[in-house]
């Protein structure tokens, strides 16, 4: 791969928390995570070798103006179709993760169904979490009602209540729950494939910044692996849920960072679609 031939990552920031539930805090992220992301306590490099801005083309158009109404879910979409078209890989800083489901549908619309993998300690299959169809904790319900992927599958999973269990077998969703977890237990994906990062699929012990601490979940080892275990090319991820106002010392802005670098090197080893 010589330098010039890379597609550029675009960060779109989404700074958005409305359709959380129990705490909010999530819209301030993509500041905090850009912040990580160029601190001089770090440098560029991922651990593939490549380095961002050099080996890695990135594109920060900023957060987008969302004004946390009916309007947003077309600004989600419309941006990250625009990121696409360019020919750019769509790599979405949230806010909560409701964010998912208009960028799924951009990213349909230009891919056909995706597969999926999610990493999450919940499932996000409400069918309608506390009278919001299009709340965090929902937004697979809506992707997968759509036809929007052909595979969902689901890891860190920990939080598995008797409806998302229906939900799951409704949709044909593929979990690998965190008491069973290994990295085998993982399907392949043939792709073409998407990544939806929820910070709170990672242990508290590694990141205490998110609004819904659930404990037993994945190191951040485990989630670097799972990452680059992806060998299908990637058409866009997000990363999402993480809190600023809950974090401590800037550890979960700084494990957001790292994660952000290392699925942009995996999405330009990978390639195009």
Known sequence: MGKGEARPVRIIGLPTDTHSSFLRGAASAPAAIRSALWSEAGNAACENGLELGSDIPIEDIGDLPLREDAGDRALIRDAVA????????????????????????????????????????????????????????????????????????????????????????????????????????????????????????IDPAFAPGVSHVEPGGLTVREVLALIHRIRAPLVGADIVEFNPTRDVGGITAALAAKLAREIASVAVVNGRP
């Open 82 to 201: 625009r990121a696409i078209a360019d020919g750019a890989f769509p790599l979405a800083l949230g806010g909560d993760h409701s964010v998912t489901f208009p960028i799924i549908e951009a990213v349909a619309a230009a891919h056909g169904p995706v597969d999926i993998l999610h990493i999450d300690a919940h499932p996000d299959l409400y069918d309608d979490f506390e009278g919001d169809p299009l709340s965090h904790a929902s937004p697979f319900a809506r992707i997968m009602e759509r036809g929007l992927a052909r595979r969902l599958v689901q890891v860190g999973i920990r939080t598995l209540n008797r409806h998302c269990r229906e939900q799951a077998a409704r949709f044909g969703v593929e979990i690998v729950a965190m008491r069973d977890f290994t990295l085998d237990a993982v399907p392949g994906l043939d792709g073409p494939v998407y990544l939806s990062l929820d910070i709170d699929g």
